[in-house]
């Protein structure tokens, strides 16, 4: 970008020699039809893209060229008309609404690429693809490639406040969104709408899911100038509308986090109660008011009955037929609404919460409503098992809840690349239609069904607070998109994009895939703890400072063992699972180690399959963990004058924190573990000695 924020990914530097030719060859010259606003967001980013790759001015056709070798032909198949014999339209209106075909053809002697997509939205996305493939050197002569994404909907959750623009577990500065001066507008929205569109998003929810906080700074009561919950008011709604036409031009639907107990804070209502015909006859209007403003707007989401939110429960509801009354709203004007599964029970374990509360509702859901269910019973552990809820609700349309933002896995500070966390979630086998039944696809091409991610950018100049996670925001758009995608191959675009082809870029990639087993190690032991992090109120220290003494429910230490028990003797949460998994979890012998002390509360000297004690591997795995860290950031320094000094310095200064970080971790919980058990670490390292 042009100004004083990083550019990411996004950088088009001029391409390698060997194959600058033949791109200027093919893509100097571009036929561009004139349809929609996502043709306009097309135009720039040739202008921008191939300027930079090129190294000189593309040429904007609005005919095909007929004087040159090579050109780039993109439109619908309408718009293509001119040279309509290259592609069959009946076979790129088959595909998916967000899904593109890029192939190679000959016209009229020319070489020419044609980029064509049933709807515009698809212009956008094969437009990053293709300009994603130069950026990766790879040969574009002889393209045949027809994409369609595997989930329809594909959205960032941003849990940003506008009050002081702070942003709920953001680590990269204050809000993106300058909400004091919108509906003014500002170029980073839109430089940040092509981040998004150029891995695929398609939607974005533009505020926090706690749409008031009672009790936190600013939020004082309902009156308070900027909680949440007002964007849903007429006089801010033009704000909404200002960001959803710069996101738009990006083919990226607006959503709004919106308050269950609205009818009462936004109007003079004195109930919220679902069934009541004037709180329905609130949200329809509501939602008429909106569509008005913006006819393409996404839908709401709702966090209802969980830390503080009223929902449902509040009028003996349940959760249907508190989501119900505000579908039904939106489901004329064609939106969504996403109703998020995080909700208490009156269970000990929260564990088994969701599916307690879920799981007997499949089925009573409108057709519009998506459940939206995080990744793990817990809460955004480094490592937790998958919801049991994916495998439970055949009947309703899912979403699978994301963390892109580091809450637990080091925030801003600690490299975590947490994209083959979310390849485990995706490629689990839920049994939920026989053997071979992974999460990914019951997600997959089903409309209404897809991923959200906790947002992770702010207004720093880096946007994500440590420049190598943005490896995360680009894996999670990538991912969503494409879940067969690898771990190693996303974390391959995303560095030889920012950083260039290299030994460097070798290097960096070795850090990014090893550096989620290091935070699940000096975070946790590695067989299956969590949540063991300080609680307090500091912002910064809150669920990242060690505090396993804080924490009994989670861990269950006693002075005989660790661990929780959720087998039937327990909380009953394997119980939740489907055959095979439910029986595998159930016994220590077939747990998988790296969950067992979730499902089971073990002896401190119980051995594990090759004989070591539980203690010892605890010990063993937080002193690996400190160690990779330590080697992570010997490969970094090792890149010193191979990289660019300002992000070479960035990062080495993150990494030295890291570090510190990972053996306050350690010593903290070696030392925890060794006054409950009194079992020293036989390697006689500190603490534990
Ligand atoms: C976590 C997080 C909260 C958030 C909540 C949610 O508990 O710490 O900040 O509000 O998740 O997902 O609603």
């Keep these: 970008f042009d100004s004083e924020y990083d550019d990411c990914w996004l950088r088009y530097d001029r391409a390698e020699s060997d194959r600058l030719d033949t791109y200027r060859r093919l893509c100097t010259h571009a036929y561009v039809s004139d349809a929609g606003p996502e043709l306009v967001a097309v135009r720039e980013e040739l202008r921008r893209g191939l300027g930079g790759l090129l190294d000189r001015e593309p040429h904007l056709w609005h005919h095909p060229p007929r004087s040159v070798e090579g050109f780039l032909a993109i439109g619908g198949p309408e718009e ?146 900027w909680e949440g919950w007002q964007l849903i008011e007429s006089r801010n709604l033009e704000k909404i509308a200002a960001l959803a036409g710069v996101f738009r031009r990006y083919g990226i639907e607006l959503y709004l986090s919106v308050n269950f107990a609205s009818p009462v804070l936004a109007s003079d209502l004195d109930t919220a109660d679902p069934v009541e015909p004037e709180v329905a006859a609130w949200w329809e209007r509501k939602a008429t008011e909106v569509y008005d403003l913006i006819p393409d707007f996404g839908g709401f989401v709702v966090k209802a009955d969980s830390e503080g939110q009223l929902g449902p429960y509040d009028y003996d509801r349940d959760h249907a037929e508190g989501a119900n009354v505000i579908a039904e709203a939106l489901a004329p004007h064609g939106g969504r609404l996403w109703w998020r599964a995080f909700v208490y029970s009156e269970h ?35 490592r937790e098992p998958v919801s049991t809820l994916f495998g439970a609700m055949p009947d309703t349309d899912l979403g699978c809840e994301l963390q892109i933002t580091g809450e637990y896995t080091g925030q801003g500070v600690h490299a975590c690349y947490l994209v083959p966390q979310w390849k485990e979630v995706l490629d689990f086998d839920t049994h939920a239609d026989g053997p071979d039944t992974p999460v990914k696809e019951l997600l997959a091409d089903r409309e209404g069904q897809g991923i959200a991610g906790v947002g992770i950018v702010g207004d720093d100049p880096n946007w994500f607070g440590h420049y190598l996670l943005g490896s995360n925001l680009y894996g999670f758009g990538r991912l969503a998109w494409d879940p067969d995608l690898g771990s190693e191959e996303i974390a391959d675009e995303w560095t030889r994009q920012t950083f260039g082809a290299g030994d460097a870029g070798e290097t960096i990639l070795e850090i990014l895939m090893e550096s989620w087993q290091a935070s699940i190690d000096y975070h946790t032991g590695g067989i299956g703890l969590m949540h063991m992090m300080y609680n307090g109120e500091a912002a910064l220290e809150n669920h990242y400072d060690p505090a396993p003494e804080e924490w009994p429910e989670y861990h269950g230490a006693t002075e005989e063992g660790i661990g929780y028990d959720r087998t039937a003797a327990g909380s009953g949460y394997a119980g939740q699972y489907r055959e095979p998994i439910a029986a595998r979890y159930e016994d220590p012998e077939t747990c998988p180690e790296e969950l067992l002390l979730f499902f089971h509360h073990l002896p401190w000297d119980h051995e594990l399959e090759d004989g070591t004690t539980v203690v010892q591997r605890l010990y063993d795995n937080c002193f690996a963990g400190v160690e990779a860290v330590e080697e992570l950031r010997d490969r970094w320094q090792g890149l010193e004058g191979e990289i660019d000094e300002r992000r070479y310095r960035h990062v080495a200064e993150r990494f030295d924190e890291h570090v510190l970080q990972a053996k306050r971790w350690r010593d903290t919980l070696c030392a925890f573990f060794y006054e409950h058990s009194g079992i020293k670490d036989e390697h006689g390292r500190p603490p534990a000695v």
Excluded at 147 to 162: G, M
Excluded at 190 to 209: E, F, H, M, T
Excluded at 368 to 378: A, E, H, L, S, Y
């Design 348 to 382: 000990d374990d929260r564990a088994v919460q969701a599916y307690e509360t879920f799981e007997p509702l499949d089925g009573e859901f409108a057709d519009n409503v998506t459940v939206q269910i995080k990744n793990g019973p817990i809460d955004f552990q480094p």
């Design 80 to 225: 293509l008309r001119p040279i309509s014999e290259t592609v069959d339209p009946e076979e790129v209106r088959a595909l998916d609404d967000d899904g593109f075909l890029i192939r190679s053809v000959e016209w009229e002697g020319s070489d020419c690429t044609v980029l064509t997509a049933p709807a515009d939205a698809g212009l956008v996305y094969g437009t990053f693809h293709l300009l994603r493939l130069m950026s990766l050197g790879e040969p574009i002569d002889d393209l045949d490639i027809v994409s369609e994404p595997a989930n329809a909907e594909r959205i960032v959750d941003h849990w940003d406040n506008p009050f002081r623009r702070k942003v709920e577990r953001g680590y990269a500065g204050p809000s993106i969104f300058d909400w004091e001066r919108l509906p003014d507008l500002n170029e980073r929205y839109a430089d940040y709408a092509r981040l998004l569109a150029s891995v695929g998003i398609n939607g974005i929810s533009v505020n926090n899911v706690n749409t008031r906080i009672p009790g936190r700074e600013g939020a004082n009561d309902a009156t308070s100038e």
